[in-house]
Nanobody
Framework: QVQLVESGGGLVQPGGSLRLSCAASGRRLNMYIMDWYRQAPGKQREFVARIGSTGSTKYVDSVKGRFTVSRDNAKNTAYLQMNSLKPEDTAIYFC?????????WGQGTQVTVTS
């Protein structure tokens, strides 16, 4: 059984940084795509970033140059480094990896950017 557990969210001022973690069990992350999504209040869940099995990365335009997705194969954990945070980055952030019935998802971690 695949389980994903996010951590690292919190309250930060605009311009600040956070690093989100997604610890996986039941699957070797380096063999699969790992996506990060976010959902702001009243909005649909949106794609944020991806790291592929080869280490290739992809980002939504709004976070390019500010967010970096990475993976530690030894720890079987994916990361989302978020710099220069803006109030519009406020959302619940989820990690996800492919699987049947919509894939595997973590429980989410709240990120709030406010002064």
């Amino acid at each position: 059984q695949v389980q994903l557990v996010e951590s690292g969210g919190g309250l930060v001022q605009p311009g600040g940084s956070l690093r989100l973690s997604c610890a996986a069990s039941g699957r070797r992350l380096n063999m699969y795509i790992m996506d990060w999504y976010r959902q702001a209040p009243g909005k649909q869940r949106e794609f944020v970033a991806r790291i592929g099995s080869t280490g290739s990365t992809k980002y939504v335009d709004s976070v390019k140059g500010r967010f970096t997705v990475s993976r530690d194969n030894a720890k079987n954990t994916a990361y989302l480094q978020m710099n220069s945070l803006k109030p519009e980055d406020t959302a619940i952030y989820f990690c996800s990896t492919p699987g049947a019935a919509g894939g595997y998802w973590g429980q989410g971690t709240q990120v709030t950017v406010t002064s």
